[in-house]
């Protein structure tokens, strides 16, 4: 899917449209603390559903032995009401959780690699190679079924216990997973520690293998740089941007820090360039006050914050 | 210029304006000791911040924080090559401000008619003519002026703002003889759209290199707005460090952006600002403790807590 160009602002020129992949169901609550019963969680869903997001990330199927959170996968995935033209992926680290995904109805999965071999084996028990075969798998029967996958490649821009991750190694899983068909492959800045500087040197590399329109950036806020990076990333010619709702999810790396980018605030940065997402930031708001009262947390959202409160 | 962004060249350096001891602290409701705001200065004035805003000579019925400006200005230790500009709003303060050892000075404009009034309590060309005086004065003494224009992204009270109008604004105080001219987006509420067609207009009237930009981020958009001005050519960027002070126009919300962030997205960049990161989160972890807040900053909260 390619988007036409449009020079909206001096010297660069940007998307004309956005697609928001929202990931606060999934990688938001994954990291969050607080067990949340399957009622809200489905609550959270179907008010995103509503909201003109075309991707909600619902939920993952992973054992429960490791991500408890997402222990109620299957009933989540059947309690709640699908929009039309709303995606609803989920995550799939294996054939058994991919399985068990279709069973529960699922219509789109997404498989999570690493650019890192220390954070492959301390997160998922296997080096990267290792990941790929099974991915693999995955993502043949995938194709069998006609299911599409996305591909994450996590640690884009440095990795909590190796420091310094080489654009081109990026590169290399990027292209694996785009070759073996997933159709999307998301980059995410996993700790947060990239900046327009090293944004701009990964896409770089990673543009060599992988076409810009099949790529996405997933930005983690813990340093405060996530969007200047989506900014990088867009004058780059991405077009598909991770968020999450309220900017729900801490940093497991950084404790008490904040994680993923907040779609509101994301939201109110395109449509102030005039680009365009289909989406309501209002209802964004709304969905995201519903979880941060059912968290008894406040938001991670500047824009929630400075509307909240506005004389 | 170096090229760190494909086809966009960005500034090799960047002059940080430090205003925490200013207009982040004037927005702290907290009352802080003079001693504080001293020690706050001192450590900022060996992180090798090259400007650091350090008082206001307003009248403290109004800006209470501030009361003790000559007794600040007095109590700094003074570090070689580093300004100290204070605010001065008309020629009593510029006076004062002189008095106490001001070597420079800065005056506040609005491109929004209904905010000069609200907030200074005249319209705008009465304010421009009351700087003339505090000008003319600052010429005879040597006294470099920087001029201020708040609002340049939109009002808290009239909503949108005219890009002609903030460029108007900005061409009368550079006429006057302001050195530098900072363009204040006081609620926050720029994108990089809006940004970068004020700075266009801006820019047609006065030299990039004579700009600054000073973004709040109320709205999380400071950063993002920021890396724009740098690619139209700004290289001077106001901020606060540990992000103090908050907005006056929606109560709990953050104001200033912080200096931390600003330092590690500039350095991540390639960019120098001469200015040592972990001595500024020092600084900044002093004033927290001594105003028994957190920091607004999220450098200094992930660096903390790796």
């Not at chain 1, 081109?168 to 070759?179: F, I, N, T, W």
């Not at chain 2, 973004?215 to 001077?236: E, F, K, R, W």
Request: aromatic share 6%.
């Amino acid at each position: 899917m390619s988007h036409q160009r449009t020079s909206t602002i001096t010297g660069h020129e940007y998307p004309e449209f956005v697609k928001i992949v929202e990931v606060g169901p999934r990688d938001g609550l994954q990291n969050e603390k607080e067990i949340v019963p399957t009622g809200v969680k489905i609550q959270l869903i179907d008010m995103l559903s509503g909201t003109g997001l075309h991707v909600i990330e619902a939920t993952s199927f992973v054992s429960s032995k490791w991500v408890p959170q997402m222990a109620d996968h299957t009933e989540v995935l059947r309690g709640i009401q699908r929009a039309p033209h709303v995606q609803y992926p989920v995550l799939t680290p294996n054939l058994q959780g991919f399985q068990d995904a279709v069973a529960a109805g699922a219509t789109e999965v997404a498989v999570f690699g690493s650019a890192s071999e220390t954070f492959s084996k301390k997160n998922i028990n296997c080096s990267i190679d290792e990941s790929m075969l099974r991915f693999e798998e995955v993502i043949n029967t995938a194709k069998e079924q006609q299911i599409p996958v996305r591909g994450y490649v996590s640690c884009a821009l440095g990795c909590p216990h190796e420091g310094h991750i080489e654009p081109s190694k990026v590169a290399e899983v990027a292209k694996k997973l785009y070759e073996m068909g997933c159709y999307e492959i998301s980059l995410g800045d996993t700790i947060g520690v990239g900046t327009p500087g090293s944004m701009f040197k990964m896409l770089q590399c990673v543009m060599k293998e992988v076409p810009a329109d099949a790529l996405a950036v997933h930005c983690h806020d813990t340093y405060g740089q996530a969007l200047p990076n989506i900014l990088t990333a867009l004058q780059m010619g991405v077009c598909v941007v991770d968020s999450a709702v309220a900017g729900l999810g801490g940093c497991p790396y950084a404790q008490g820090s904040s994680g993923n980018v907040s779609t509101e605030d994301v939201l109110y940065m395109l449509h102030g360039m005039g680009i365009e997402t289909g989406v309501n930031l209002a209802k964004v708001v709304e969905a995201g006050d519903f979880i941060c009262n059912a968290l008894c947390r406040k938001t991670n959202s500047k824009v929630a914050k400075a509307r909240g409160r506005t004389l | 210029f170096s090229e760190n962004l494909q086809c966009q060249a960005l500034p090799e350096k960047v002059k940080i304006v430090e205003v925490g001891p200013r207009d982040g602290l004037q927005n702290e409701k907290t009352i802080v000791p003079t001693e504080t705001k001293i020690h706050l200065i001192d450590m900022l004035s060996v992180s090798g911040l090259p400007v650091i805003e350090a008082t206001s000579f307003v009248s403290p019925k109004w800006v209470p924080q501030m009361a003790d400006q000559v007794e600040v200005m007095k109590g700094i230790c003074r570090q070689p090559g580093v300004s100290y500009p204070v605010l001065t709003p008309n020629l009593k303060g510029f006076q004062a401000a002189v008095k106490a050892g001001a070597s420079e000075v800065a005056i506040f404009g609005a491109a929004s008619e209904l905010f000069s009034k609200k907030n200074i309590n005249c319209s705008v060309d009465e304010s421009l003519q009351r700087f003339d005086e505090v000008m003319k004065a600052a010429k005879e003494a040597g006294v470099p002026v920087r001029g201020y224009v708040s609002c340049v992204l939109g009002c808290p009270y009239e909503g949108k703002v005219a890009p002609e109008k903030v460029a108007h604004v900005a061409k009368s105080l550079y006429s006057m003889g302001c050195y530098e001219i900072s363009l204040g987006d006081t609620i926050g509420v720029g994108t990089p759209g809006s940004m970068s067609e004020m700075l266009e207009a801006v820019s047609r009237e006065v030299p990039v290199n004579a700009l600054a930009v000073h973004c709040h981020d109320t709205y999380g958009q400071a950063l993002a707005n920021i890396l724009v001005a740098l690619q139209m050519g700004i290289s001077v960027v106001d901020s606060s460090v540990a992000g103090l002070g908050g907005c006056p126009y929606a109560q709990g919300a953050s104001g200033n952006v912080a200096t931390e962030d600003v330092v590690y997205m500039l350095h991540g960049l390639g960019i120098q600002t001469g200015v040592d990161l972990s001595k500024l989160m020092d600084a900044g972890a002093f004033i927290c403790r001594s105003l028994n807040r957190k920091t607004n900053s999220k450098v200094s909260q992930a660096t903390c807590k790796l």
